[in-house]
Nanobody, 121 residues
């Protein structure tokens, strides 16, 4: 079993910052790409940022220059530093990881439980 546990969501005012964390644990052989998605109720999910196992990152145009994704491979953890938050960033953010599990030796996507980010004055 592989689990992704997220933390760091909450309510902030426009212009403020938040940092999300997501730790992968369990029967892990290797973690490949990791990333963050967001989805409001009734809408399609959007890739916010992704990072490869070697540290190559890409971002949605809407967050470039404001958000930074990073990872600690030793801890199987991915972070999302969110600065200059805007009301339109309000959403549920989901962590994603491409994992090769020891028990099955099958590589597949895993998802966190989601964390709410609300940006409002």
């Amino acid at each position: 079993q592989v689990q992704l546990v997220e933390s760091g969501g909450g309510l902030v005012q426009p212009g403020e910052s938040l940092r999300l964390s997501c730790a992968a644990s369990g029967s892990i052989f290797k973690v490949y790409g990791m990333g963050w998605y967001r989805r409001a109720p009734g809408e399609e999910g959007e890739l916010v940022a992704a990072i490869s196992s070697t540290g190559s990152a890409n971002y949605a145009d809407s967050v470039k220059g404001r958000f930074t994704i990073s990872r600690d491979n030793a801890k199987n953890t991915v972070y999302l530093q969110m600065n200059s938050l805007k009301p339109e960033d309000t959403d549920v953010y989901y962590c994603n990881a491409d994992v090769l599990a020891i028990a099955t030796m099958v590589r597949k996507d895993y998802w966190g439980q989601g964390t709410q980010i609300t940006v409002s004055s």
